[in-house]
């Protein structure tokens, strides 16, 4: 070795191989991972300095049973991923490296993984399957983007540290590809560079690469030579390494991590430090065997490599001491600077000395993203930060705004790429047999022939109830992969095949099942059907609506790109697209063309849709899912007329199981009462037939200080809920139904208050009495607190008694009558307050209650919930205009009186006693 080194050689590590792999972790750098082609094991290792000799591996994982192809680490460091021969990829934490609860999970595909790799925000792991890459979504494994990358296995993929780029080598072909990124979300993906690599066939497996930590370059080891390609020459411009170089091929590269030094390793056992200006050496080392991979340590003059025979080395000091450090100036990734923020003891010096005690202790990975903002805000920045832009050595560097990297960091975490599927479908797993649909009404099969891969396959349709059809079998002859499933009938597409066809279940007359060709450029991406309309939409964000008959009814524009989207049974539909990062949701009623909603999607932070469709109550709320498992409503939150849609939050799924995260809740439909899913590990399987397990719903609310209560307060907002949503309707001119809902939702408020009495809550009482809707629903409430000898409640309540105001039922033109409206009824004549004086009564001193016992039939389920023994009086009650939150609404004569209307919780409240 020429130049000053040190050099800590050797110790074993695994089986002798060919391809083996060697990385520094990125937070804590002293620890080392290997893997070998030769092995089912991933060894790691404690490198803490140059004094460490003769290491054992400080964790031995075995997660497979075959041996390992790849193994990678998420930007944080919190967990790995390894890929195997037995052709899955396992997700798993380490005991050395995080402090998290020890998990793995498997993810199980038809061929080998070749490699695997991590996006920098560790969003998405990229996996070479053959000849197919696929990105999988670290939030949802179930969402899964593919695309056809070679002709033959992949050799190796690696993200550009921007993550604007993925570069591919094909062994088999023996091209090397990089793809855009922002362009593998379309059907047709292809790559932003392509060339073919001198060492073609079989030697192509020998070829590394390693992008420049500024992502402007690309180096590849090709023949004796290593070869960088730059982006602002579209990729064009190559310069070579080769003098006084290699003397034979080159199999490893590697950029240091200020980018200002390249190492490269060869079959003539040299490691070489090239000068990227100079394209000269600054350094060379000679080893004793053939050395595979090479690895930069993070925060010194290191540099790690693995050999043919399995053994590890380290290079210390491997920059000449009179040159500059291959760290100075770099610049730090996202999970280098949030370890920063936090002093993580996890990121300490990499020496023999225990960690700081005034260290804070570091956040769980979940939290750190999440946690960001607040963490700052305690947190003075100081000079170890480096300004994003600038990039070359410092020797002060810029302070940067909180609020700035705040947001940087945030938009590269939350960063993803949509990718269009279908509520229902499990097709992008591609088993044999999976679920074009599946919902309420029943299930579509694609039964796959593998025999050929330009045959389609059958589809099966059954049904729920086999009453109401028997089941429907054909041959697929257009390889259609899009379908949604109504109570007429079925329609498919194909992003395959450019063909739309629908069949009918009942028609009034024969062939009355069509199919439209549609252009190449223009493919069908998604497909939705109700009651009377069918919808398409087309890859150039085009929505076409067809009847039943196929008659093209409409054709409208969409403003970004199809995401997923549902139609209800009475033919609402609801379309969600992207548009500048964002989901939106596009709600139309395609039985007049009104515009119900038109706004963002309100969704988890990092999480991803994953359903869509709408509830089988006569309301049919529009219900969204997500893959942090929150389950929202669209609905209206306010008992006022025309009042705006809100999303609101009606179960956190996740919450139902505490013993098993593994389960996944598939949802497939839900009502007014419960969410109904399939629980399974990832997706449902088709054999055997999966079965719904009904969830009730819930409102997300918050656990009160005596537990106890918490039922209480979930009927009430249910019931106050299920009111506001009424008043949206046209049920809600109807007297009787009215009524009903009044009564309904008067019952549960008397219910809490109750209980509020009984507590001594004398403000909530106070304000639960200024949202009941009858004058004797304040009658009971005053009987209660009188039962109770509360004069500071009962009082309260005779002060809303002068204030309520009896109005008449709405019309068509005015959402709620005017407080000033007023109307004569049988219930503002028979009640009335009295106070009894202490010389009437000895033993009490609270307010009475008096009223007619001819009392209105509107109010008559109430007086069930308790009884009041009272006089009769002829005064009738003053009336003001109305001060209360919620408007009053009453009608007249025609009232229907309600039955057993404390059966609702099975526990009827007790008659109060005189």
């Known amino acids: ?111 080998v993984i070749t490699y695997v790799t991590f996006s920098p925000t560790g969003s998405y792991l990229a996996a070479a399957t053959n000849d197919n890459i696929r990105l999988i979504n670290m939030m ?97 411009n190559n310069t070579v390494f080769e003098q006084n170089g290699h003397t034979r091929d080159t199999n490893g590269v590697a950029w240091s991590p200020n980018g200002k030094y390249l190492a490269s390793s060869g079959q003539d056992k040299y490691i070489m430090i090239w000068d990227p200006v100079s394209l000269e050496t600054v350094n060379d080392f000679k080893h004793q065997n053939n050395i595979c991979n090479l690895s930069w340590r993070n925060d010194g003059n290191c540099l790690a490599f693995i050999d043919s025979k399995g053994q590890i080395g380290v290079c210390w000091n491997i920059i000449p001491s009179n040159l500059a450090s291959p760290t100075a100036g770099a610049v730090k990734s996202n999970s280098q600077m949030l370890s920063e923020m936090f002093d993580s003891p996890d990121v300490a010096e990499a020496d023999d000395t225990p960690s700081k005690s005034n260290k804070k202790k570091k956040s769980s990975s979940q939290d750190i993203d999440l946690e960001v903002e607040e963490e700052l805000s305690d947190f003075d920045m100081d000079d170890d930060f480096i300004d994003d832009e600038e990039q070359q050595p410092q020797t002060t560097s810029k302070k940067m705004d909180k609020k700035s990297l705040v947001s940087s960091l945030s938009k590269s975490s939350y960063s993803s790429v949509y990718k269009s599927f279908q509520p229902g479908s499990t097709y992008g797993e591609r088993k044999p047999r999976y679920f074009l649909a599946l919902n309420m009404i029943g299930m579509i099969i694609k039964r796959e022939d593998e025999s050929s891969s330009k045959s389609g396959g059958s589809i099966e349709i059954e ?23 109504g109570k007429s009938g079925a329609v498919f597409a194909s992003t395959k095949v450019p063909t739309l066809y629908f069949k009918p279940f009942d028609s009034i007359g024969q062939n009355s099942d069509w199919s439209y060709q549609v252009s190449e450029n223009d493919k069908v991406i998604g497909v939705s059907i109700g009651s009377k309309y069918i919808v398409a939409c087309t890859k150039q964000r ?48 395609l039985n007049d063309g009104n515009q119900i909603y038109h706004s963002d999607l309100a969704i988890s932070p990092v999480s991803t849709l994953t359903w869509i469709g709408f509830s089988d109550a006569n309301d049919g709320q529009l219900t969204t899912v997500d893959s942090n498992g929150i389950v929202r409503g669209l609905m209206s939150l306010w008992p006022t007329k025309n009042s705006p849609l809100q999303w609101s939050p009606i179960k956190d799924l996740k919450s139902v199981s505490k013993t098993s995260s593994s389960v996944t809740y598939w949802v497939v439909g839900l009502n007014d009462k419960s969410i109904y899913c399939i629980l399974c590990e990832n997706q449902p399987q088709t054999v055997p037939r999966p079965s719904l397990s009904p969830i009730p719903i819930s409102p997300i609310l918050l656990t009160p200080e005596n537990p106890n209560n918490l039922s209480l307060e979930e009927n009430f907002y249910k019931a106050k809920q299920a009111f ?16 009903k809902q009044q009564t309904l939702f008067d019952s549960d408020i008397l219910r809490l208050f109750k209980n509020s009495l009984e507590d001594g809550n004398v403000q909530r009482c106070y304000e639960l009495c200024q949202l009941l809707q009858f004058k004797k629903s304040l009658s009971i409430a005053i009987k209660l607190a009188n039962d109770k000898k509360s004069i500071a409640i009962s009082s309260k309540i005779v002060t809303i008694m002068d204030k309520f105001n009896v109005t008449a039922a709405p019309t068509p033109s005015n959402s709620l009558p005017s407080s000033q409206t007023t109307v004569t009824s049988q219930e503002t004549k028979s009640t009335v307050i009295e106070v009894e004086s202490p010389k009437q009564k000895s033993n009490t001193t609270s307010p009475k209650i008096s009223s007619s016992s001819s009392s209105s039939s509107s109010s008559s389920g109430l007086s069930k919930l308790l009884s009041a023994n009272t006089s009769t009086s002829s005064t009738t009650a003053t009336k003001k205009k109305s001060v209360l939150p919620f408007p009053k609404v009453e009608v007249g004569k025609d009232n229907k009186k309600r039955k057993d209307i404390d059966e609702a919780d099975g526990k009827p409240l007790k008659q109060a006693k005189k």
Not at 724 to 739: A, H, I, K, P
Request: one cysteine or more; hydrophobic letters at 35%; charged letters at 20%.
């Open 140 to 236: 949802d494994h179930s969402q899964i983007i593919t695309f056809k990358a070679h002709d033959g296995m992949i050799q190796s993929i690696n993200y550009s540290p921007n993550g604007n780029y993925l570069v591919s080598i094909g062994s088999d072909d023996g091209m090397l590809k990089i793809w855009s990124i922002s362009q593998v979300s379309e059907d047709s993906v292809e790559p932003v560079f392509e060339m073919e690599l001198s060492s073609n066939g079989g030697d192509a497996a020998k070829t590394m690469v390693s992008w420049k930590p500024d992502s402007t370059a690309l180096s590849y080891t090709e023949s004796q030579t290593v070869v960088s390609l730059t982006e602002k020459d579209g990729w064009q």
């Open 724 to 739: 506001s949503n009424f008043v949206q309707t046209d049920q809600f001119e109807n007297n009787e139904t009215l009524t």
């Open 463 to 485: 049904f729920n109830e086999v009453s109401f059809h028997r089941k429907i079998t054909f041959i697929d002859n257009n390889q259609f992969d899009l379908a949604s499933l």
């Open 1 to 111: 070795m020429s130049g000053k080194s040190k050099v800590l050689v050797v110790f074993p590590s695994q089986p002798e191989s060919n391809k083996s792999l060697i990385l520094f972790h990125p937070i804590k750098v002293s620890y080392l991972i290997s893997c070998s082609s030769n092995s089912n094991d991933i060894k790691i290792y404690n490198v803490v300095n140059e004094k460490s000799t003769d290491l054992a591996p400080v964790e031995v994982k075995s997660h497979h049973s075959s041996p390992v192809t790849s193994v990678a680490i998420s930007p944080k460091g919190d967990y790995l991923a390894s890929s195997s021969l037995d052709k899955t990829i396992v997700l798993f934490t380490s005991e050395s490296l995080s402090k998290q609860t020890q998990e793995s999970k498997t993810i199980t595909f038809s061929n």
């Open 542 to 589: 085009t929505l076409r609506i067809f009847t039943l008959s196929g008659l093209q009814l409409t054709v409208m524009s969409l403003c970004g790109d199809l995401i997923t989207m549902s139609q209800s049974f009475d033919d609402r539909l609801a379309v969600v697209y992207s548009n500048g990062g964002s989901l939106r949701v596009l709600y139309l009623n």
